[in-house]
């Protein structure tokens, strides 16, 4: 036969202080995952922005290169018409000696120009993020100061 078990106010006392410390620590940490969870949900938007941005300067930048290439081809081929219609062989080196110097001339200025479209793209595609860190740097500032 079986004794039942009674429960002794000690027990009892005890219960009732491990639920309340449960409650406790759920209500304490609720908030702080809150917290947590909306710090990555503007973390991911400021990635998200940052991407797209990056994405966007990625295009423009590949649109220029394409630009480069044609006005290149298209200058080369001129070059070669001329050299082929040149009427001696000192007209000849002339034109390729210039054409030579202009292109030289040409893709340095595509080089700077493709140089400060990537420069400006990251600068702008970074400031998402840079804004985002800015703002947490100060809320942690003014949460250390109250």
């Known amino acids: 036969m079986a004794t039942a078990k009674k429960t002794t106010k000690k027990t009892a006392k005890k219960t009732t202080a491990r639920k309340a410390a449960e409650t406790q620590a759920e209500t304490t940490v609720e908030p ?5 969870q909306a710090g990555f949900r503007e973390a991911g938007a400021a990635l998200a922005e ?3 941005i ?3 300067k990625r295009r423009d930048i590949l649109m220029t290169l394409i630009g480069n290439a044609q006005d290149n081809t298209d200058a080369t081929f001129e070059a070669l018409r001329d050299v082929m219609q040149a009427d001696s062989l000192t007209d000849s080196m002339r034109i390729q000696r210039d ?8 893709n340095v200025a595509q080089v700077r120009e493709v140089a400060s479209l990537t420069a400006t793209g990251s600068r702008e595609s970074m400031e998402p993020v840079a804004d985002y860190l800015a703002n947490l740097r100060d809320r942690v500032r003014h949460g250390a100061d109250a």
């Open 54 to 56: 990056a994405d966007e």
């Open 99 to 106: 054409a030579l110097r202009e292109g030289i001339e040409r």
């Open 50 to 52: 940052s991407g797209s």
């Open 32 to 36: 702080i995952l809150e917290r947590i």
